[in-house]
């Protein structure tokens, strides 16, 4: 019986695996130790000669110390490619050697090979997820002939996740499976972390190097999360069935459409996070507020699913949603089908379906958007009607007297008057937090929902003024960069206000707005404000928008010809209200949401449960104790617990943003987004990180998510911004444009990754193209 082979230096592992795999080859083995050098180097370059031939060569470093089972060193010494003569190997030798350090160990090892041709992909395949040791073949891959694209991060590269044991995996991805398998036979029970290439003659797979995965965490069992995704890909399978009150006969989910989870609590927010944004916004609150708007009724049907844990949007809900009600069936049903068929065939529009794919308001461009309906089967009737209900919903949301706007907006003011009430009353903890959520419900996010419609209907008709020629992208900036948010206004409090005053005004104000860790600003402001933006500076940012009087005379004569009931001057009214309120709602109800995870926080403490404790329970247990007579301590103690098991659940999944079968559970490619570029201007600076509060000026900070949260950053002197998730519309799209501040939003996880791990960038807006330098 073959004795199994045993991790080593690179070479010996390397060597010993010669001739012994069958999904994949070992190109040819030379290798000596630095003693063996250093007494007869002569002698070396004759042995690389007469094994390997004439060359060329990759020269790669075996030092004793690289791939240990705590440490691989991976990139730390020197290795060369395409080496073509000896003379040159003998330097090329002698700089591997050099990068061991001043006193290389007389046991490093220099490892030389044939330098491998006409390479079509290269990469690395990790055996487990190395971030969860959650049991997925993690594939980071490049197409072309570079084989250090990977491994040097100097690439655009791809990334394939697949469940152990998935069959029916493209043909390459299917490979290298095969090959981390058989590799797993020859060393069991360890994770394995695997360079490959395939190359020409024959399409052959190559081995290039196999070591040790060096984990932080234990590998989980295959049984119990292979019995996780069954569980997963059933329940996406029984929601595509057609549903007798839906239109569209199936769905898809996504993390970033609509009311986009991962932008606001991201994708594996802890249980009580997850539980406020359910209750404050998904499971009824959306319904409603479209409705009232004029869209279909859908109340009773919560927009958010969530699998073990992880939120999705059910984005068939999401574009019944966005018909107006006053569509009959017929055409619905066909409109939520092209829709998802749309965004099936662009995934990459996951966090523009509002722009890209439905038509949920009128616009000044819309007879000419409708078009690419007639070119999917709609005839001209379909597209009138469509057209027609589209401008009787906008002009009763868009109207300057009886717009709905109008009434939201009055909502706000009640909102914050009952909660200075709850605050002070005797009310005991749970009933403040009761009732802080529940006016949270009717007096904010409900109003919050409708004027961040009215704030989209505004982007567009904005857009639809610039597609017409009417304004140009410099009117279209100058107009945004003029707004005065919220935030725009906290720049300017935090130069002229003392920092109690501050504080009192935004000390609610967290990075992450639903999540119990998040500390408010008034927590620890000091981690949070800066003093370098001066007032003149935040000032003189804005830009004054003005209309020429030919561009009056036009817009007054596309509103008649389009029969939408605004004159000029209440349209711009609008325009500049539904983006100003928008942010100003978010504002207002995030401080009883902050004020009720503070109280939250306070009552459970005094159970003896801290911070971290308390983000796993569920926010329901206050609606149960609220309604009866359970003992807190034992209901927040069982709450708690069961958030764990489910969190721990959630942490091990890695599914897709955009999941349109129940086979993307199990095997999948990590997509990359068309990211959505801010203001026309470039920048130039290092990555930087929120949390290095020294190197944030002239940097470009990289933030997960677009939370109004952190509008701290923007006391800071900033030079960009990229964020992993986030729409065209998100608040930090609106508050970079009003800043002129350049940014990515909505980068998604792989770009986001790749250029997070870079030194320094450059962004260009205009041309839409981020440029590692460094």
Not at 46 to 70: C, H, K
Not at 246 to 256: H, K
Request: hydrophobic share 40%.
């Amino acid at each position: 019986m073959d004795t199994l082979p045993q991790f080593s230096t690179k070479a010996r592992t390397l060597a010993s695996l010669l001739d012994r795999l069958t999904c994949a080859e070992v190109l040819p083995v030379v290798f000596f130790n630095v003693a063996d050098w250093q007494a007869e180097s002569d002698r070396m370059l004759v042995r690389v000669q007469e094994s390997l031939g004439a060359g060329p060569w990759v020269v790669r470093s075996s030092a004793l110390n690289e791939d240990a089972a705590t440490a691989s060193m991976a990139g730390h010494y020197t290795s060369v490619l395409d080496v073509r003569c000896l003379e040159e190997l003998r330097e090329v030798v002698e700089r591997v050697i050099a990068s061991y350090g001043l006193s290389p160990g007389p046991g490093d090892e220099v490892l030389v090979q044939p330098m491998l041709s006409s390479v079509r992909l290269s990469g690395v395949v990790f055996s487990c997820d190395p971030a969860t040791g959650s049991p997925y073949r993690v594939v980071n891959y490049s197409l072309g002939t570079d084989s250090t694209a990977v491994t040097g991060g100097a690439a655009q590269t791809k990334t394939f996740v697949a469940a152990t044991g998935v069959k029916n995996l493209p043909p390459d991805m299917s490979r290298v499976v095969a090959l981390i398998e058989e590799l797993e036979a020859l060393f069991p029970a360890k994770p394995l972390d695997v360079e490959f290439a395939i190359a020409a003659p024959g399409d052959r797979l190559y081995l290039l190097q196999v070591r040790p995965l060096v984990m932080q965490r234990a590998v989980a069992s295959s049984e119990s999360h292979n019995a996780l995704l069954s569980r997963v890909a059933d329940k996406v399978r029984a929601a595509q069935r057609p549903h007798p009150f839906l239109q569209g006969c199936s769905t898809v989910f996504g993390v970033m459409p609509d009311w986009n989870p991962a932008e606001i609590i991201g994708i594996r927010p802890r249980p009580l996070a997850l539980s406020l944004y359910r209750e404050l916004v998904t499971d009824a609150i959306w319904a409603y507020q479209r409705d009232n708007y004029g869209y279909r009724n859908l109340r009773s049907f919560p927009l958010l699913v969530h699998f073990a844990g992880q939120p999705y949007i059910d984005v068939r809900l999401s574009f019944n949603s966005f018909i107006p009600k006053d569509v009959e069936g017929s055409l619905a049903d066909r409109l939520v089908d092209y829709y998802i068929g749309r965004l099936t065939a662009a995934p990459n529009l996951h966090d523009k379906v509002e722009f890209e794919i439905v038509f949920s308001c009128y616009t000044l461009d819309l007879p000419e958007r409708l078009n690419v309906l007639a070119e999917a089967g709609f005839s001209a009737e379909d597209r009138n009607q469509l057209a027609e209900s589209l401008r009787t919903l906008t002009n009763r949301v868009i109207d300057q007297q009886n717009g709905l706007w109008r009434s939201d907006e009055a909502k706000l003011a009640v909102l914050s008057q009952r909660r200075e009430g709850i605050l002070a009353s005797d009310l005991d903890p749970i009933g403040r937090i009761y009732w802080l959520l529940e006016d949270c419900k009717r007096y904010g996010t409900l109003p919050f929902a409708g004027l961040a419609r009215a704030g989209f209907i505004a982007v567009q008709m904005l857009k639809s003024l610039v597609a017409v020629g009417v304004l140009s992208v410099d009117d279209y900036d100058r107009f945004m960069g003029g707004l005065s948010t919220v935030s725009s206004q906290l720049a300017r409090d935090l130069r002229s206000l003392e920092r109690k005053t501050f504080l009192a005004r935004y000390g609610h104000l967290r990075p992450g707005t639903y999540d119990i860790l998040s500390p408010r600003y008034d927590e620890t402001p000091d981690d949070y404000l800066g003093q370098s933006c001066s007032l003149e500076e935040a000032d003189s940012k804005r830009t004054q928008f003005t209309l020429s009087l030919d561009q009056m005379r036009a817009i007054a004569r596309l509103l008649e010809e389009h029969g939408l009931s605004s004159d000029v001057v209440s349209l711009f009214d609008f325009l500049q209200a539904g983006i100003e309120l928008r942010e100003y709602a978010k504002f207002v109800f995030t401080h009883n949401l902050s004020d009720a995870l503070s109280l939250f926080q306070e009552w459970g403490g005094g159970y003896g449960f801290s911070k971290e404790d308390l983000s796993y329970a569920s926010i329901n247990c206050i609606r149960e104790l609220h309604a009866g007579a359970d003992d807190p301590r034992t209901m927040l103690e069982r709450v708690i617990e069961e958030g764990k098991i489910r969190y721990k659940e959630t942490c091990s999944l890695w599914l897709p943003p955009l999941i349109t079968h129940p086979d993307d559970v199990w095997a999948f490619h990590v997509p990359e987004c068309e990211p959505n570029f801010v203001t026309q201007s470039s920048v130039t600076g290092p990555v930087v990180r929120p949390t290095e509060r020294n190197r944030l000026k002239g940097g470009i900070v990289f933030i997960p998510s677009a939370d109004p949260g952190y509008d701290w950053l923007f006391s800071h002197p900033i030079a960009g911004l990229v964020t992993a998730y986030g729409g065209v519309n998100s608040h930090m799209a609106i508050r970079a444009n009003e800043l002129g501040l350049p940014a990515v939003i909505g980068a998604g996880e792989s770009l986001f990754a790749q250029w997070c791990q870079s030194q320094l960038l450059h962004i260009d807006c205009a041309v839409r193209r981020v440029e590692v330098l460094a």
